[in-house]
């Protein structure tokens, strides 16, 4: 067969080299037929009993999860879990058995269907990959109503102790990423999915190279085709030649050298050449996530995505979070961090990040009615967030963020929430810290051009380079007829981050960086060379920025940055970022 290459979206670094093994979606092998009337009942608890089983199937995952298995996986096996008890997936199928006489199999696809094109219509890419988790339950249903299986191809003896297992499928749920653990499941490939999506939160937790959205990749790979993935690309090669196969195999080996170096920097301070000293923080999404953070030297958590909890917990049963559940998790959080300080951003949510399943969105949801929007016109909910992030300052250091303020307005009614929560609490008897420190997500462009309104107000100050780019571009990454256009290093992208951060610390506040720029090696030396003194990414990310910057010296950076500064095209400006690390 001949060599050819595919290229997808990276998720997770590193090479990756095996035999494929395919994994086919069970909603191919589906039959659609109607069923007699007598058979209705009949049919209604096959499914029933068909989800049942997959209940049973994730509590023993769960239960069988080894000690050094992500924060995340359980974490997601939780939603999966809830996602399955949801009566969108539980009892509506059901229905249409009853009224329309599908058989069971039929049922389920549909309503996954209709549930996977609600969740099309969201504008942010995050939330809008939640639909990938309702299709990975329906799979396991559909896997058990078919009998189809999942069990992995042996390999020869021969091919055992050198080749590795490459999952190659349409989609894979951090589930069933487990039963290849044990099998030197060396990465995957999957036709959909994105930055966001759980299985590649996953994949990068476990440093294991991924590439996702390949769109027909399932369809061209064979079984046990040769497979090299280049997670740093978005990469793969299928049945490469010998002299690349060479290639990749000394890369790879390379890398994992490389690797083991950089576990020793954990605790090594990050100071640039010419004495500097940075800080560098972890976002999370769960409070187990602050495991990986600590592991990886943290400095403190930057950015604790509270609409998590409420996704996890309400995404698809309509229940917000109590006070006191949400309390628990922040505590918990606090707690793990030892001392180290917790940001931890109220809720991001509204109209493009429906808290329900069946929840209408809005025309145009990237501009309507979400975070602090949302939150003010839900003030008894925020209320509750505000006192349980409150609740938890008691237990360590913790910084209360406030995602896309832009009006003056808005600082005013949310710094009034937080003293309405703060007597709530007095009243209450309940402690907190009085001095919480509030900070301000810098993530709409008219928030960059009216940093006045904010320095004066706030406390520090947190660039949000996703959005921010975003907005800024008018470009929905995530949109793949036009994902091309999506330039961090766009010039106006480049003026308004580095306008923040010179404002900020005219002012004498902290100002951070909490997107993906931030953990992204090849722009850490243009960072640090606009002022960032502040870094925060995913823990997985952390050690490869303490290194960059322990090889940086500002005193030979600040002129490029001068320069760079000065330039409007966006390719000159990437070739002298990539200079920039040759200093």
Same mark, same amino acid.
């Given at each position: ?39 209705? *009942? ?13 209940h049973k199937e994730l509590q023993v995952i769960w239960k069988d999860l080894p000690q050094d298995a992500p924060a995340e996986l359980g974490a997601f096996l939780d939603v999966h879990a809830l996602i399955l008890s949801d009566p969108m997936i539980s009892e509506v199928p059901l229905d249409i058995i009853r009224a329309r006489h599908y058989n069971a199999e039929w049922a389920l696809v549909t309503q996954i269907d209709e549930l996977s094109a609600q969740f099309d219509e969201i504008e942010d890419p995050y939330l809008r990959e939640r639909k990938n988790d309702i299709q990975q339950v329906g799979e396991r249903v559909l896997k058990v109503l078919t009998g189809t299986a999942t069990a992995?191809?042996?390999? =020869? ?14 989609? @894979? ?12 499941? $060396? ?17 990068? =937790? ?51 050298? *490389? ?90 949510? $509204?109209?493009?990040?429906? @808290? ?36 938890? =300052? ?16 808005? &600082? ?23 001095? @919480? ?31 921010? @780019? ?33 404002? $900020? ?30 870094? =925060? ?23 490029? &940055? ?22």
């Amino acid at each position: 067969m001949a060599s050819f290459t595919l290229h997808g979206i990276p998720v997770s670094r590193g090479i990756a080299i095996g035999r494929a093994h395919l994994l086919a979606p069970a909603a191919l092998d589906v039959r659609h037929y109607l069923i007699e009337a007598e058979q209705v *009942e009949a049919e209604v608890q096959r499914l029933q009993d068909a989800i049942e089983t997959v209940h049973k199937e994730l509590q023993v995952i769960w239960k069988d999860l080894p000690q050094d298995a992500p924060a995340e996986l359980g974490a997601f096996l939780d939603v999966h879990a809830l996602i399955l008890s949801d009566p969108m997936i539980s009892e509506v199928p059901l229905d249409i058995i009853r009224a329309r006489h599908y058989n069971a199999e039929w049922a389920l696809v549909t309503q996954i269907d209709e549930l996977s094109a609600q969740f099309d219509e969201i504008e942010d890419p995050y939330l809008r990959e939640r639909k990938n988790d309702i299709q990975q339950v329906g799979e396991r249903v559909l896997k058990v109503l078919t009998g189809t299986a999942t069990a992995l191809s042996r390999l =020869s003896s021969a091919e055992e102790s050198t080749a590795q297992v490459i999952v190659i499928a349409h989609d @894979i749920s951090p589930a069933d990423m487990l039963q290849f653990r044990d099998r030197a499941f $060396g990465g995957f490939v999957t036709d959909v999915g994105g930055q966001n999506s759980h299985t590649s939160i996953v994949a990068r =937790s476990l440093d294991i190279p991924a590439a996702v959205g390949m769109s027909n990749a399932s369809a061209l790979i064979a079984q046990d085709d040769w497979v090299i993935i280049d997670g740093d690309a978005g990469v793969v090669i299928v049945e490469p030649s010998p002299a690349v196969l060479e290639q990749y195999r000394e890369l790879q080996a390379r890398l994992m050298r *490389e690797r083991k170096k950089l576990g020793k920097l954990r605790r090594t301070p990050a100071v640039t050449r010419d004495g500097t000293e940075i800080a560098l923080f972890a976002n999370i999404e769960l409070p187990d996530d602050c495991v990986a953070a600590m592991e990886a030297g943290a400095a403190g958590v930057g950015l604790f995505r509270s609409e998590f909890l409420f996704m996890g917990r309400t995404g698809y049963t309509n229940r917000l979070p109590s006070e006191d559940e949400q309390f628990e998790s922040y505590r918990a959080a606090v707690v793990a961090m030892k001392g180290r300080p917790v940001t931890i951003r109220t809720l991001d949510i $509204g109209a493009d990040k429906p @808290i329900s399943t069946v929840e209408e969105t809005a025309l145009n949801p990237a501009l309507g009615l979400r975070a602090i929007r949302y939150c003010l016109a839900e003030p008894q909910m925020f209320l509750a967030q505000l006192r349980a992030i409150l609740r938890a =300052s008691a237990f360590g250091p913790v910084k209360l963020l406030i995602p896309m303020l832009t009006q003056s307005f808005e &600082i005013d009614q949310t710094l009034a929430m937080i003293e309405q929560a703060k007597a709530q609490l007095r009243d209450a008897h309940k402690k907190f810290d009085p001095l @919480i420190p509030i900070g301000a997500m810098i993530e709409i462009p008219a928030a960059a051009l009216a940093l006045p309104l904010f320095v004066k107000r706030m406390d520090f100050l947190s660039i949000g380079t996703n959005d921010l @780019i975003q907005y800024a571009l008018a470009i929905d990454r995530a949109d793949h007829e036009v994902a091309h256009l999506y330039n961090p290093l766009h010039p106006a992208v480049l003026y308004l981050i580095s306008n923040t951060i010179a404002t $900020g610390t005219k002012a004498g506040i902290p100002v951070s960086v909490c997107g993906e720029m931030a953990g992204d090696t090849k722009l850490t030396r243009l960072l640090l060379g606009m002022g960032l003194r502040e870094f =925060s990414m995913h823990p997985a990310q952390l050690l490869s920025v303490k290194q960059e910057i322990l090889n940086s010296d500002l005193t030979t950076i600040a002129p490029q &940055i001068r320069k760079i500064m000065r330039a409007f095209d966006s390719s000159a400006i990437a070739e002298a970022v990539d200079q920039l690390r040759m200093l």
